[in-house]
Protein backbone atom coordinates (compact mmCIF):
# COMPACT_ATOMS: atom_id res chain seq x y z
CA UNK A 1 0.00 0.00 0.00
CA UNK A 2 1.22 3.16 -1.19
CA UNK A 3 0.25 6.44 0.81
CA UNK A 4 0.71 9.29 -1.63
CA UNK A 5 1.60 8.90 -5.39
CA UNK A 6 1.78 11.20 -8.25
CA UNK A 7 0.71 10.34 -11.74
CA UNK A 8 2.85 11.85 -14.49
CA UNK A 9 0.88 12.00 -17.93
CA UNK A 10 1.69 13.23 -21.02
CA UNK A 11 -1.31 15.81 -21.83
CA UNK A 12 -0.14 15.73 -25.48
CA UNK A 13 -1.46 12.32 -26.33
CA UNK A 14 -5.18 12.32 -27.98
CA UNK A 15 -7.40 13.36 -25.56
CA UNK A 16 -10.13 10.74 -25.14
CA UNK A 17 -7.35 8.42 -25.23
CA UNK A 18 -5.89 10.64 -22.15
CA UNK A 19 -9.40 10.28 -20.65
CA UNK A 20 -9.78 6.02 -21.31
CA UNK A 21 -6.41 5.82 -19.54
CA UNK A 22 -6.47 7.47 -16.67
CA UNK A 23 -10.02 6.09 -15.66
CA UNK A 24 -7.78 3.00 -16.24
CA UNK A 25 -5.50 3.73 -14.34
CA UNK A 26 -7.34 5.22 -11.05
CA UNK A 27 -9.82 2.60 -11.35
CA UNK A 28 -7.26 -0.36 -11.67
CA UNK A 29 -4.89 1.47 -8.64
CA UNK A 30 -7.10 2.65 -6.71
CA UNK A 31 -6.83 -0.15 -4.04
CA UNK A 32 -3.49 0.08 -3.49
CA UNK A 33 -2.58 4.06 -2.93
CA UNK A 34 -4.53 6.44 -0.63
CA UNK A 35 -3.91 9.39 -2.09
CA UNK A 36 -3.37 10.09 -5.82
CA UNK A 37 -2.17 13.58 -7.21
CA UNK A 38 -2.60 13.67 -11.39
CA UNK A 39 0.02 15.89 -12.76
CA UNK A 40 -0.68 16.62 -16.34
CA UNK A 41 2.36 18.15 -18.76
CA UNK A 42 1.56 21.00 -21.33
CA UNK A 43 4.98 21.19 -22.73
CA UNK A 44 8.17 19.73 -22.94
CA UNK A 45 10.31 18.98 -20.06
CA UNK A 46 7.80 19.34 -17.64
CA UNK A 47 8.09 15.63 -16.46
CA UNK A 48 11.63 16.28 -15.95
CA UNK A 49 10.32 19.43 -13.86
CA UNK A 50 7.55 17.71 -12.02
CA UNK A 51 9.86 15.10 -11.04
CA UNK A 52 12.47 17.22 -9.71
CA UNK A 53 10.71 19.63 -7.66
CA UNK A 54 7.54 17.29 -6.59
CA UNK A 55 8.98 13.98 -6.40
CA UNK A 56 10.45 13.69 -2.89
CA UNK A 57 6.83 14.75 -1.56
CA UNK A 58 5.72 11.41 -2.84
CA UNK A 59 6.49 7.05 -1.99
CA UNK A 60 5.47 6.39 -5.51
CA UNK A 61 5.71 7.66 -9.28
CA UNK A 62 3.79 6.64 -11.75
CA UNK A 63 4.73 7.94 -15.24
CA UNK A 64 1.61 7.28 -17.74
CA UNK A 65 3.55 8.18 -21.14
CA UNK A 66 6.06 6.65 -23.69
CA UNK A 67 10.08 6.41 -23.73
CA UNK A 68 10.21 10.35 -24.32
CA UNK A 69 8.11 11.05 -20.64
CA UNK A 70 10.19 8.32 -18.97
CA UNK A 71 13.37 9.61 -19.96
CA UNK A 72 12.08 13.27 -18.81
CA UNK A 73 11.34 11.36 -15.41
CA UNK A 74 14.11 9.59 -14.74
CA UNK A 75 16.20 12.87 -15.86
CA UNK A 76 14.96 14.33 -12.74
CA UNK A 77 14.60 11.85 -10.35
CA UNK A 78 17.91 11.03 -10.90
CA UNK A 79 19.26 14.80 -9.35
CA UNK A 80 17.10 13.59 -5.80
CA UNK A 81 19.08 12.86 -3.19
CA UNK A 82 16.54 9.49 -3.06
CA UNK A 83 14.01 8.97 -5.20
CA UNK A 84 10.96 7.06 -4.75
CA UNK A 85 9.86 3.75 -6.29
CA UNK A 86 8.58 4.31 -10.23
CA UNK A 87 6.01 2.37 -12.12
CA UNK A 88 5.37 2.88 -15.87
CA UNK A 89 2.00 2.95 -17.18
CA UNK A 90 2.83 2.33 -21.05
CA UNK A 91 0.88 4.67 -23.31
CA UNK A 92 3.68 5.46 -25.72
CA UNK A 93 4.39 4.01 -29.54
CA UNK A 94 7.01 1.82 -28.66
CA UNK A 95 7.41 1.73 -24.89
CA UNK A 96 10.49 0.05 -24.82
CA UNK A 97 11.96 0.69 -21.19
CA UNK A 98 8.57 -0.67 -20.11
CA UNK A 99 8.87 -3.78 -21.96
CA UNK A 100 12.56 -4.06 -20.66
CA UNK A 101 10.80 -4.28 -17.20
CA UNK A 102 8.09 -6.48 -18.74
CA UNK A 103 5.36 -4.34 -17.81
CA UNK A 104 2.04 -5.21 -19.59
CA UNK A 105 1.34 -3.30 -21.92
CA UNK A 106 -2.27 -2.51 -21.77
CA UNK A 107 -3.51 -0.01 -19.02
CA UNK A 108 -5.93 -2.20 -17.27
CA UNK A 109 -3.72 -5.29 -17.83
CA UNK A 110 -0.40 -3.34 -15.96
CA UNK A 111 -2.80 -2.15 -12.74
CA UNK A 112 -4.15 -5.75 -12.48
CA UNK A 113 -1.20 -7.56 -11.89
CA UNK A 114 0.10 -4.80 -9.54
CA UNK A 115 0.84 -7.04 -6.78
CA UNK A 116 3.05 -8.99 -8.60
CA UNK A 117 5.29 -5.98 -9.35
CA UNK A 118 9.13 -6.13 -7.72
CA UNK A 119 11.05 -3.55 -7.23
CA UNK A 120 14.68 -3.42 -9.28
CA UNK A 121 17.03 -1.00 -9.13
CA UNK A 122 17.73 -0.21 -12.61
CA UNK A 123 21.36 0.74 -14.01
CA UNK A 124 21.19 4.17 -15.40
CA UNK A 125 23.28 5.51 -17.91
CA UNK A 126 24.47 9.38 -18.56
CA UNK A 127 25.79 10.68 -21.50
CA UNK A 128 27.62 14.36 -21.35
CA UNK A 129 25.26 15.68 -18.55
CA UNK A 130 22.18 13.32 -19.66
CA UNK A 131 21.12 10.56 -17.97
CA UNK A 132 18.99 7.51 -19.93
CA UNK A 133 17.06 4.98 -19.47
CA UNK A 134 16.95 2.42 -22.53
CA UNK A 135 19.83 3.68 -25.29
CA UNK A 136 22.38 5.76 -26.09
CA UNK A 137 22.87 5.51 -30.14
CA UNK A 138 24.31 7.65 -33.18
CA UNK A 139 24.22 7.18 -37.06
CA UNK A 140 21.05 5.29 -38.68
CA UNK A 141 19.25 5.02 -35.91
CA UNK A 142 19.51 9.18 -35.48
CA UNK A 143 17.78 9.33 -38.54
CA UNK A 144 14.66 7.08 -37.89
CA UNK A 145 13.89 9.03 -35.04
CA UNK A 146 13.68 12.17 -37.00
CA UNK A 147 12.37 10.90 -39.89
CA UNK A 148 9.52 9.23 -38.15
CA UNK A 149 7.03 11.48 -39.18
CA UNK A 150 4.52 12.56 -36.93
CA UNK A 151 1.60 12.19 -37.80
CA UNK A 152 2.39 8.47 -39.61
CA UNK A 153 3.15 7.51 -35.94
CA UNK A 154 -0.49 8.45 -34.93
CA UNK A 155 -2.06 6.62 -37.35
CA UNK A 156 0.44 3.22 -37.68
CA UNK A 157 2.18 3.48 -34.67
CA UNK A 158 5.51 1.40 -33.88
CA UNK A 159 4.90 0.50 -37.85
CA UNK A 160 6.20 3.95 -38.32
CA UNK A 161 9.49 3.54 -37.40
CA UNK A 162 10.34 0.42 -39.26
CA UNK A 163 9.19 2.53 -42.24
CA UNK A 164 11.34 5.44 -41.27
CA UNK A 165 14.29 2.96 -40.26
CA UNK A 166 14.37 1.06 -44.14
CA UNK A 167 14.28 4.95 -46.07
CA UNK A 168 17.08 5.45 -43.87
CA UNK A 169 18.87 2.32 -44.74
CA UNK A 170 19.31 3.43 -48.53
CA UNK A 171 20.89 6.90 -47.20
CA UNK A 172 23.11 5.40 -44.65
CA UNK A 173 27.03 6.42 -45.16
CA UNK A 174 29.51 4.72 -42.95
CA UNK A 175 31.27 7.36 -40.18
CA UNK A 176 34.90 6.58 -38.69
CA UNK A 177 34.70 6.93 -35.03
CA UNK A 178 37.37 6.47 -32.38
CA UNK A 179 35.93 4.16 -29.42
CA UNK A 180 37.54 4.73 -26.33
CA UNK A 181 36.91 2.16 -23.47
CA UNK A 182 39.19 0.54 -20.37
CA UNK A 183 39.44 -2.28 -22.64
CA UNK A 184 41.50 -0.21 -25.25
CA UNK A 185 41.05 2.04 -28.63
CA UNK A 186 38.86 1.26 -31.40
CA UNK A 187 39.46 3.31 -35.21
CA UNK A 188 36.86 2.02 -37.32
CA UNK A 189 33.71 2.62 -39.25
CA UNK A 190 30.05 1.82 -38.62
CA UNK A 191 27.07 2.83 -39.83
CA UNK A 192 25.37 2.56 -36.36
CA UNK A 193 26.37 2.48 -32.90
CA UNK A 194 23.89 1.22 -29.99
CA UNK A 195 24.66 1.16 -26.12
CA UNK A 196 21.91 -0.41 -24.64
CA UNK A 197 20.70 -0.32 -20.63
CA UNK A 198 17.21 -1.84 -22.04
CA UNK A 199 16.54 -4.60 -24.42
CA UNK A 200 14.12 -3.33 -26.72
CA UNK A 201 14.32 -0.79 -29.51
CA UNK A 202 11.81 0.66 -31.77
CA UNK A 203 9.42 -2.27 -29.89
CA UNK A 204 12.50 -4.97 -31.27
CA UNK A 205 13.59 -7.12 -28.99
CA UNK A 206 17.45 -7.08 -28.52
CA UNK A 207 17.54 -9.15 -25.96
CA UNK A 208 21.14 -10.42 -25.51
CA UNK A 209 21.53 -13.28 -22.82
CA UNK A 210 23.80 -11.13 -21.36
CA UNK A 211 21.88 -8.02 -21.28
CA UNK A 212 20.64 -7.26 -17.60
CA UNK A 213 19.10 -3.70 -16.38
CA UNK A 214 21.72 -4.13 -13.13
CA UNK A 215 24.56 -5.66 -14.09
CA UNK A 216 26.75 -2.01 -14.39
CA UNK A 217 27.00 -2.57 -17.89
CA UNK A 218 25.59 -1.30 -21.69
CA UNK A 219 25.16 -3.59 -24.79
CA UNK A 220 26.92 -1.83 -27.07
CA UNK A 221 26.19 -3.20 -30.91
CA UNK A 222 28.54 -1.58 -33.51
CA UNK A 223 26.48 -2.05 -37.27
CA UNK A 224 29.17 -1.75 -39.51
CA UNK A 225 26.75 -2.04 -42.85
CA UNK A 226 23.24 -0.60 -43.62
CA UNK A 227 20.96 -2.92 -46.17
CA UNK A 228 19.90 -6.04 -47.15
CA UNK A 229 22.22 -8.25 -44.73
CA UNK A 230 21.60 -5.82 -41.36
CA UNK A 231 17.93 -6.47 -42.51
CA UNK A 232 18.30 -10.04 -42.90
CA UNK A 233 20.25 -10.34 -39.64
CA UNK A 234 17.95 -8.31 -38.02
CA UNK A 235 14.00 -10.44 -38.74
CA UNK A 236 16.35 -13.49 -38.59
CA UNK A 237 17.03 -12.90 -34.92
CA UNK A 238 13.25 -11.83 -34.21
CA UNK A 239 12.42 -15.19 -34.51
CA UNK A 240 14.91 -16.52 -31.63
CA UNK A 241 14.22 -15.41 -27.91
CA UNK A 242 18.11 -13.52 -27.29
CA UNK A 243 20.34 -11.84 -29.67
CA UNK A 244 23.13 -14.24 -30.78
CA UNK A 245 26.61 -13.74 -30.27
CA UNK A 246 27.91 -13.94 -33.89
CA UNK A 247 26.09 -11.51 -36.37
CA UNK A 248 27.52 -10.57 -39.64
CA UNK A 249 27.83 -7.08 -40.19
CA UNK A 250 26.91 -6.42 -36.03
CA UNK A 251 29.77 -6.62 -33.33
CA UNK A 252 28.59 -7.07 -29.44
CA UNK A 253 30.87 -5.94 -26.39
CA UNK A 254 29.73 -5.26 -22.90
CA UNK A 255 31.39 -1.99 -21.25
CA UNK A 256 30.39 0.26 -18.39
CA UNK A 257 32.11 3.67 -19.70
CA UNK A 258 33.56 4.66 -23.11
CA UNK A 259 34.09 7.97 -24.93
CA UNK A 260 32.70 8.21 -28.40
CA UNK A 261 34.40 10.65 -31.17
CA UNK A 262 33.11 10.93 -34.63
CA UNK A 263 35.20 12.68 -37.55
CA UNK A 264 32.07 14.60 -38.53
CA UNK A 265 29.49 15.73 -35.86
CA UNK A 266 26.92 13.16 -35.40
CA UNK A 267 23.94 13.87 -33.46
CA UNK A 268 22.97 11.99 -30.54
CA UNK A 269 19.64 9.70 -29.87
CA UNK A 270 18.84 9.23 -26.17
CA UNK A 271 15.73 7.32 -25.51
CA UNK A 272 13.78 7.82 -28.83
CA UNK A 273 14.67 11.68 -28.44
CA UNK A 274 17.97 14.00 -30.25
CA UNK A 275 19.19 15.61 -27.14
CA UNK A 276 22.92 16.50 -28.19
CA UNK A 277 26.04 15.94 -30.82
CA UNK A 278 28.84 14.09 -30.61
CA UNK A 279 31.98 13.85 -28.92
CA UNK A 280 30.12 11.70 -25.89
CA UNK A 281 31.00 10.72 -23.00
CA UNK A 282 29.09 7.78 -21.89
CA UNK A 283 29.28 5.59 -18.64
CA UNK A 284 26.29 3.57 -16.51
CA UNK A 285 26.21 3.72 -12.79
CA UNK A 286 24.41 0.31 -11.48
CA UNK A 287 21.87 0.08 -9.44
CA UNK A 288 20.94 3.61 -9.61
CA UNK A 289 16.51 4.25 -9.64
CA UNK A 290 13.99 1.52 -8.39
CA UNK A 291 11.59 0.67 -10.91
CA UNK A 292 8.95 -1.53 -10.14
CA UNK A 293 9.27 -4.60 -12.89
CA UNK A 294 7.10 -7.94 -13.52
CA UNK A 295 9.99 -10.64 -12.87
CA UNK A 296 10.64 -12.09 -16.09
CA UNK A 297 14.70 -11.95 -17.38
CA UNK A 298 15.55 -10.20 -14.49
N1 LIG B 1 1.89 18.71 -23.41
C1 LIG B 1 2.91 18.42 -24.21
N2 LIG B 1 3.09 19.09 -25.38
C2 LIG B 1 4.11 18.77 -26.22
N3 LIG B 1 5.01 17.78 -25.99
C3 LIG B 1 4.88 17.09 -24.85
C4 LIG B 1 3.83 17.36 -23.91
N4 LIG B 1 3.93 16.48 -22.88
C5 LIG B 1 5.00 15.69 -23.17
N5 LIG B 1 5.57 16.06 -24.34
C6 LIG B 1 6.74 15.44 -25.03
O1 LIG B 1 6.24 14.42 -25.88
C7 LIG B 1 7.34 13.52 -26.13
C8 LIG B 1 6.85 12.14 -26.52
O2 LIG B 1 6.04 11.63 -25.52
P1 LIG B 1 6.02 10.09 -25.08
O3 LIG B 1 7.37 9.57 -24.94
O4 LIG B 1 5.14 10.00 -23.89
O5 LIG B 1 5.28 9.38 -26.28
P2 LIG B 1 5.84 8.63 -27.56
O6 LIG B 1 6.89 9.41 -28.25
O7 LIG B 1 4.65 8.20 -28.37
O8 LIG B 1 6.45 7.32 -26.89
P3 LIG B 1 7.66 6.38 -27.32
O9 LIG B 1 8.91 7.23 -27.14
O10 LIG B 1 7.57 5.25 -26.35
O11 LIG B 1 7.48 5.97 -28.72
C9 LIG B 1 8.17 13.55 -24.87
O12 LIG B 1 9.53 13.67 -25.22
C10 LIG B 1 7.68 14.77 -24.08
O13 LIG B 1 8.75 15.67 -23.83
Not at 58 to 73: A, K, Q, R, S, Y
Not at 75 to 93: A, D, V, Y
Not at 154 to 162: A, L, N, R, T, W
Amino acid sequence: MYNKAMLIYNGSAGSNDIKASLAEAVEGLESYINELTLMKTLKKGDAETFCLERASQFDLIIIMGGDGTVHECVNGLIKLKESPPIFILPTGTCNDFARSLNIPLKIDAACEAFEETKMIQSDIGTVNSRAFSNFFGVGLITKASEGTNADLKQSIGKFSYFVSALQSMQQAAPFSYTLKTKEGIENDEAVMILAMNGHSLGTTSLYHEKSSLTDGLLDIYLIREAGLSLLKNLFNKVTSPTFPDEMEGIDYIQTSSFELEIKRKEEVDIDGEIYLETPAIVRIDQKTLPFLSFPIYQ
